[in-house]
């Protein structure tokens, strides 16, 4: 099994910056996609960045500019820097980790607890 551990969220005024961090521990052989979804209350869970494992990425069009998606392959983690935050930022955060447990194995989705980034005006 693979456990996700996410971390960094929590209350910013506007304009401030906040990293989030998500780990992945378990029976890992490798990871493929990491990504970054929100969803704030009434609305639909939403991409907000993805990178690959070569380290392709690509973000929704209201965040681009703000905010940064990295990993680091060594520690299983994957980042989001988020600068310049504004109140339309405030959501619950969650980590999509795509690891396969073997080499002959598929990538199966698993997703972080989600943690709450609230951005005051």
């Known amino acids: 099994q693979v456990q996700l551990v996410e971390s960094g969220g929590g209350l910013v005024q506007a304009g401030g910056s906040l990293r989030l961090s998500c780990a992945a521990s378990?029976?890992?052989?490798?990871?493929?996609?990491m990504g970054w979804y929100r969803q704030a209350p009434g609305k639909q869970r939403e991409l907000v960045a993805r990178i690959s494992i070569g380290g392709a990425t690509n973000y929704a069009d209201s965040v681009k500019g703000r905010l940064t998606i990295s990993r680091d392959n060594a520690k299983n983690t994957v980042y989001l820097q988020m600068n310049s935050l504004k109140p339309e930022d405030t959501a619950a955060y969650y980590c999509?980790?795509?690891?396969?447990?073997?080499?002959?194995?598929?990538?199966?989705?698993?997703w972080g607890q989600g943690t709450q980034v609230t951005v005051s005006s």
């Open positions: 999509n980790v795509k690891p396969r447990l073997s080499l002959s194995s598929g990538y199966i989705d698993y």
């Open positions: 378990g029976s890992i052989f490798s990871i493929g996609d």
